[in-house]
């Protein structure tokens, strides 16, 4: 291909037909039709039939091709405005376009689409008639929700930005498209709001994009190893998501998402850490309940952290801050484990890590079992044979079980892998160490940045309006302003009035018993709106 990247098609339909045989080989699946066009000149169609919609080559293309329509019947054809008589005048198709380097128009070809070369005319026809099976909407499988809606994206990147404007029905939805991969040519695309995404942030993103130079990109964490900012550290600075509607709450934000196609994934631009254990269904629940549940999540995920250095510092250097009846009842069931905590737990968590990669490995049919039989059969037959205690595999199963609770699984697999040296520094210094490798994560955390956004924003550095959603899910009428820490070009996103009237205002039983007393409670809190506004 890079031999022809200059090279034309030529009048001649045998040479230009000769040459696309060259560049694309003997391939068995192309297809090439010949026929005349309204009876007169020479034509050739080439097409993979895997590929492409047949009725659509025989029904707009062939028929009104082969046959004069009634309108050109009696009317000169001449050859140097065929091109543009069978685009205006007799083709039913409106995706027709004229081409005439060739590397181009094989590059079409292998996409799907079906080219017309005619004998005497030296440009060709590429027409789009791509037709490629592919799943349906389903529910997304790695973010579940119970309030929320139920679509996910797919393979398809058309759909997936159709399931976008679907969503977001305004003319400031923007998209812009780019080829990635020498050999691949991926359709990649990046979304935004025009007039709330900061065009710093949107140049930066096309920048690192139009950057890449490789041979293939088969998924969206391709891109994300080459556009992070920092890819040696455990935490991810992108958030990949397989739900429509985040990616919108998202991109009213003032996010960047971007797609692939043949991913069905969309990653999101910039990030902060807070996002990581937050979930659509906060923000479709009652704020009461999306507080609470909110919360719970964040104590599973520093269980899942610190959990295990904690028993293991308590029970190697500090037992004394145990009570003594749960200390005593500890060394009771560690007398027969013949080796020191800190190694008791490190095994323990390295075969239940084995585990849940053989779980996710195995067929859903077998994975089930074979995760009961691990929990139940091989903790209860550790205990027995002396390889561990009773409370080790109670702080494991804990520990595990809050590392699932993290909605993301990128971020719950980077505090599985910090997880370890923790537990090692606690084996080493005690309570010294877990408070020193927490100190060390954090301070790397607040090191980090998303392109130019802090990591930790808006806890470091503060902002008022993000703090409001980040342990508590305060209600959506507090939060009339986008995080600054995005810097968003517009940051209002409610109309504080309407609100205020919503919120003084009394409906109903308490709007019926005002007029049961003749009014005068209806009245007053009218004047009272009224004073307020």
């Known amino acids: 291909m ?9 009048s001649s339909l045998k040479e230009t037909e000769e040459l696309i045989k060259e560049i694309l080989g003997e391939n068995d699946d192309l297809d090439i039709k010949y026929f005349k066009i309204f009876g007169q000149y020479n034509a050739a169609l080439f097409y993979f039939p895997n590929l492409v919609n047949i009725e659509i080559i025989n029904i707009d293309i062939l028929k009104p091709l082969m046959y004069v329509p009634e309108h050109l019947i009696g009317r000169e054809k001449p050859l140097l405005q065929l091109i543009d008589l069978i685009l205006n005048e007799a083709l039913y198709h409106c995706q027709a376009r004229i081409e005439a380097n060739i590397e181009k128009l094989i590059e079409v070809l292998l996409r799907g689409e079906t080219v017309i070369c005619i004998d005497g005319v030296a440009e060709a026809l590429h027409i789009g008639t791509r037709s490629i099976e592919k799943r349906s909407i389903a529910q997304p499988e790695t973010e579940q929700v119970i309030l929320g809606p139920r679509e996910g994206f797919i393979e398809s990147i058309a759909t997936n930005i159709a399931l976008l404007r679907y969503r977001l029905p305004t003319a400031d939805f923007q998209v812009k498209t780019m080829k990635i991969g020498r050999l691949t040519k991926s359709t990649v695309a990046y979304c935004y709001l025009k007039g709330i995404a900061n065009e710093t942030v949107i140049q930066e993103v096309e920048k690192r994009l139009s950057e ?9 964490g391709y891109l994300e190893q080459f556009i992070e900012d920092n890819p040696f550290s455990p935490f991810p600075q992108t958030q990949s998501t397989e739900r429509p509607d985040r990616t919108v709450a998202n991109l009213i934000e003032g996010r960047v998402a971007i797609l692939v196609d043949g991913s069905p994934f969309a990653l999101m631009v910039p990030v902060v850490f807070n996002q990581f254990y937050q979930t659509t269904e906060d923000y479709s629940s009652r704020f009461l309940m999306g507080s609470f549940v909110r919360m719970a ?3 599973a995920l520093v269980f899942s952290l610190i959990f295990p250095s904690l028993y293991v510092s308590f029970i190697s250097f500090n037992p004394e801050l145990l009570p003594t009846e749960f200390a005593v009842a500890v060394a009771g069931g560690r007398a027969g484990v013949p080796y020191p905590a800190v190694f008791e737990v490190l095994i323990i968590e390295v075969a239940m890590e084995v585990l849940r990669e053989a779980t996710v490995r195995l067929p859903k049919q077998v994975g089930g079992a074979l995760s ?3 929990v139940l059969v091989i903790g209860q037959a550790a205990v027995e044979a002396g390889l561990s205690s009773p409370i080790t595999v109670v702080v494991i199963a804990i520990t595990t079980i809050g590392s699932f609770a993290t909605p993301a699984y990128s971020a719950a697999f980077a505090l599985r892998m910090l997880r370890f040296p923790i537990m090692i520094m606690a084996g080493m210094f005690g309570l010294y160490g877990v408070v020193i490798g927490i100190i060390f994560i954090f301070n790397h955390m607040v090191s980090l940045k998303s392109f130019g956004v802090p990591y930790m924003a808006p806890v470091s550095p503060e902002d008022y309006q993000g703090v409001k959603d980040v342990v508590f899910r305060s209600p959506l009428w507090w939060m009339p302003k986008r995080p600054n820490f995005l810097h968003p070009d517009n940051r209002n996103r409610l109309k504080k009035n309407n609100n205020t009237v919503l919120k003084h205002s009394k409906i109903g039983n308490d709007q019926r018993e005002g007029l049961n007393n003749g009014g005068s409670e209806r009245n007053h809190n009218t004047s009272n709106i009224d004073n307020h506004n």
């Open 2 to 10: 890079e031999e022809h990247s200059n090279t034309t098609t030529t």
């Open 212 to 220: 890449i130079d490789i041979d293939a990109i088969m998924d969206v």
């Open 297 to 299: 999540r964040i104590l």
């Open 372 to 374: 009961i039989v691990g």
